[in-house]
């Protein structure tokens, strides 16, 4: 059974930095593409960053050079560093394969003040 924990959240300041985790398990994860994804209030869910099996990266423009995906093969673990942060990164953060499970975890709650 696919489950996937997020953690990490919280509230921050303007310019401030956070650190997601995601613990996937119930399927291959090191054969596995994983992703972020965020919603923020009234809009849809998407794609934010996205890390291959083998390591490749892909951001989208709004956030390059601010928010880093990394993953932890030995740990099962994959992460988002978010540093920079803007009020617009305001969202509930989620962590899935990519493609993405129908399943999806709890989300980490992402608040940034101005």
């Known amino acids: 059974q696919v489950q996937l924990v997020e953690s990490g959240g919280g509230l921050v300041q303007a310019g401030g930095s956070l650190r997601l985790s995601c613990e996937p398990s119930g399927f291959p994860f090191t054969a596995a593409a994983m992703g972020w994804w965020r919603q923020a209030p009234g809009k849809s869910r998407e794609l934010v960053a996205r890390i291959g099996s083998m390591g490749g990266i892909f951001v989208i423009d709004s956030v390059k050079g601010r928010l880093t995906i990394s993953r932890d093969d030995v740990k099962s673990t994959v992460y988002l560093q978010m540093d920079r942060l803007k009020s617009e990164d305001t969202a509930v953060y989620y962590c899935?394969?990519?493609?993405?499970?129908?399943?999806w975890g709890q989300g980490t709650q992402v608040t940034v003040s101005s």
């Open positions: 899935n394969r990519v493609p993405a499970y129908p399943k």
